[in-house]
């Protein structure tokens, strides 16, 4: 192994962390000022962690656009949609059974509906028009969740206690906190393409596998401690909006440079995408809880997924 490839290693693992924490402190000071405002936890769940915990793929997106390695970008996201629904939702229904209710429904429906067009979009590429109308259904569904956010969730999380800080404390963190990722994002993307370069790997496998998992983690520590914690609406929240704000982003991507796809995106990686958002569609309406032997089929389907990525 070269002293390249060495060095490049070194610096994926230190973006990585970089994107980690950032997007842990934005997560937890953003909720807090959230919730100052008397915002509920489902709310919360599907705008402001979801956009927080979604920074680290915005980050690597653009820059992977800017950079000309769109192949990134695209399998960042759509390996990040893939492993937040069937490795995290399946680990944080094996850590704790998730109760859901018809408004958790309807939010999975509409995961769904920009799941759909998305495929329709990427099957032969995505121009920038075409991004362009991602993005406007997208702030539809953010207006419309924000107007209606009565109607959606009024709960608060039980373990909040009130205003624990000044506002001015948590946007400052959150500023601070957006700079790590992406500075960490560079890092990433830079030395991504060195060691697929190095090791004569795809791009596209590695950010589908590696960068798309590294990125959600901070979903995975969000859900699974908000699914101990008997918060499902953060738990199922994070990841409904989550992949509804990584769907968009792929969306402003091809607006910075038009995003081109291979057969394996088109016929092994979208449809595995909509399988698992459908599958927790159904997980969620069958006795209003996803089981722990939902959750153990989950994350089976995501092993399995893996091991496709090296299926010629």
Same mark, same amino acid.
């Given at each position: 192994m070269s002293n390249e490839i060495i060095i490049s290693m070194l610096v994926f693992v230190a973006g990585l962390i970089l994107i980690i924490k950032g997007a842990d402190w934005i997560t937890k000071y953003g909720s807090l000022l959230a919730k100052k405002l008397g915002v509920s936890e489902l709310i919360i769940g599907i705008t402001l962690v979801a956009m927080a915990t979604s920074l680290p793929e915005l980050a690597v997106a653009i820059i992977s656009?800017?950079?000309?390695?769109?192949?990134?970008?695209?399998?960042? =996201? &759509?390996g990040s949609n893939i492993s937040n629904i069937a490795l995290i939702l399946g680990l944080s229904a094996l850590a704790y059974p998730l109760s859901t209710k018809r408004k958790y429904l309807n939010q999975g429906f509409a995961t769904l509906g920009f799941s759909l067009l998305l495929v329709a979009f990427l099957f032969d590429g995505m121009m920038w028009y075409e991004g362009a109308v991602l993005l406007l259904f997208f702030f539809a569904y953010i207006g419309y969740s924000l107007k209606h956010r009565k109607e959606i969730g009024t709960e608060l999380s039980e373990d909040y206690k009130g205003p624990r800080g000044r506002t001015w404390e948590y946007v400052a963190i959150c500023i601070v906190s957006g700079g790590l990722v992406v500075l960490g994002a560079n890092f990433m993307v830079e030395?991504?393409?060195?060691?697929?370069?190095?090791?004569?790997?795809?791009?596209? =496998? &590695?950010?589908?596998?590696?960068?798309?998992?590294?990125?959600?983690?901070?979903?995975?520590a969000t859900s699974v401690a908000a699914a101990i914690k008997r918060m499902r609406g953060i738990s199922l929240g994070n990841i409904i909006g989550s992949n509804i704000f990584n769907i968009a982003i792929l969306g402003l991507s091809s607006m910075l440079a038009p995003l081109a796809v291979t057969p394996h995106v088109v016929f092994i990686d979208l449809p595995v995408m909509i399988g698992v958002t459908a599958a927790l569609l159904v997980f969620m309406r069958t006795g209003w809880k996803i089981t722990r032997k939902e959750g153990a089929f989950l994350v089976a389907v995501y092993m399995a997924f893996i091991a496709s990525q090296f299926v010629a």
């Open positions: 656009a800017v950079s000309n390695v769109n192949d990134i970008a695209t399998g960042t =996201v &759509i030395s991504t393409v060195s060691i697929a370069r190095g090791f004569g790997i795809p791009e596209l =496998v &590695i950010s589908m596998i590696i960068i798309a998992l590294g990125t959600s983690l901070p979903e995975l």
